[in-house]
Each structure stands twice: as structure tokens, then as C-alpha cells.
T-cell receptor, first 107, second 114 residues
Framework: SQKIEQNSEALNIQEGKTATLTCNYT??????LQWYRQDPGRGPVFLLL?????KEKRKERLKVTFDTTLKQSLFHITASQPADSATYLC??????FGAGTILRVKS | DAGVIQSPRHEVTEMGQEVTLRCKLI?????LFWYRQTMMRGLELLIY????????DSGMPEDRFSAKMPNASFSTLKIQPSEPRDSAVYFC????????????FGQGTRLTVV
């Protein structure tokens, strides 16, 4: 069955740096991938969607890439801020989610 | 639109009791997803409806779990009988068309079975 894998360890970075989160998929070739943000006690909120024929997509300080050869999507937050601290989830086109990566941005 | 609305927000029940979780979709959305989230297992897809019809229920853990969509805007997830291992946060989400667009999540129901 399709599997979405994210680094379960928390990512700690300094304010102003670029955060890079990884999403790998196996047993499946999704037509697109989605990224969500989840804050404690709240439901996930949609951020970006990238299709398999798109190499890169940007939205403000966010950038997502899709590499079908590596079966991987990277999610970047540039000029990170403490307010970016949250759990970031990757989802397949079947809306199967990875475990999420906790991002902590320290000032 | 107020978004996806779930009720109750919190539920504490005794083992063996029936639990019903409710979800109101965003008006005009035709797809509905139920998820369960725990620290150990993350966000698990339980069941997916499209146009009120269950399309994929492979994530429903046991026969104790059942979900319905009596109309286009409302869904229920029932657990009967409930067990302590069912304790989790249950989310529902809706999307505009099938799985091709972003999903909008409700605030979740935190279920505790004692």
C-alpha cells in the first residue's frame, strides 16, 4: 500500500535560517502531493499542492519541490520565524498523510 | 461559511459505551474524510466518501467502527462498543471535488475512553 514517510525527529533551527523538510513516498506514484501545517489542538491547514509535472512551486516564503526520480518532495521555509513553529504534514493525492515533522524556530 | 464543524469537541465515555461523532461539511463540498490522530500512529485515514457514497473504508479499524452520510452536508462516525484504545483525536475534512483539491479540516473531537 502507498506510504508517505517524513522525518519523525523534530527540526530545530535558528530564526532567519531556511528550514527544509523531507517527504518520501513508496509503493506508489502520486499525481501530486500536498503540504499542511498543524498547530497544537487544531486541525491541519492546507499550504501548497505540487503536481508530478511541476518541479517547484512557491508561495511567499514557502517553496515545494517534487522529484519523481528520488520519489521525494522537499518543503522549504525561507527566513524562518518563531511563528513558523508547528508540525508540517505531507499528504499523497489520496490524502494519506505522513507522520509529520515538528519544526521549532528559535529566536 | 463557518468551515467544517465537528461536535462534540471533547468526549469522555466509559468503555463499552456507544460514541457518536458528528461532522458538518462545508457547503458545496462533495467529499468527506474521517481521520484518527494519535501520537503513536499519526493521522490515519479511516474512511472516505464521495457524493455521499463510501469509496474507501479500508482504514476503518474494526467492525466496531461505522460511518454514514445521511445527506450531502452531514456525517457521523460511530464506535460501538468503545474501548480505551479508541482514545484519540478524530478529525473530519471535506473537499470540493473528490481528492483532487485541498482538504479543509474541522477542529477535531478529542475522545477519551476510560
Amino acid at each position: 500500500s502507498q506510504k508517505i514517510e517524513q522525518n519523525s525527529e523534530a527540526l530545530n533551527i535558528q530564526e532567519g535560517k531556511t528550514a527544509t523538510l523531507t517527504c518520501n513516498y513508496t509503493n506508489y506514484s502520486p499525481a501530486y502531493l500536498q503540504w499542511y501545517r498543524q498547530d497544537p489542538g487544531r486541525g491541519p491547514v492546507f499550504l501548497l499542492l505540487i503536481r508530478e509535472n511541476e518541479k517547484e512551486k512557491r508561495k511567499e516564503r514557502l517553496k515545494v519541490t517534487f522529484d519523481t526520480t528520488l520519489k521525494q518532495s522537499l518543503f522549504h521555509i525561507t527566513a524562518s520565524q518563531p511563528a513558523d513553529s508547528a508540525t508540517y504534514l505531507c499528504a499523497s493525492d489520496k490524502l494519506v498523510f505522513g507522520a509529520g515533522t515538528i519544526l521549532r524556530v528559535k529566536s | 461559511d463557518a468551515g467544517v464543524i465537528q461536535s462534540p469537541r471533547h468526549e469522555v465515555t466509559e468503555m463499552g459505551q456507544e460514541v457518536t461523532l458528528r461532522c458538518k461539511l462545508i457547503s458545496g463540498h462533495n467529499s468527506l474524510f474521517w481521520y484518527r490522530q494519535t501520537m503513536m500512529r499519526g493521522l490515519e485515514l479511516l474512511i472516505y466518501f464521495n457524493n455521499n457514497v463510501p469509496i474507501d473504508d479500508s482504514g476503518m479499524p474494526e467492525d466496531r467502527f461505522s460511518a454514514k452520510m445521511p445527506n450531502a452536508s452531514f456525517s457521523t462516525l460511530k464506535i460501538q462498543p468503545s474501548e480505551p484504545r479508541d482514545s484519540a483525536v478524530y478529525f473530519c475534512a471535506s473537499s470540493l471535488r473528490d481528492r483532487g483539491t485541498e482538504a479543509f479540516f474541522g477542529q477535531g473531537t478529542r475522545l477519551t475512553v476510560v
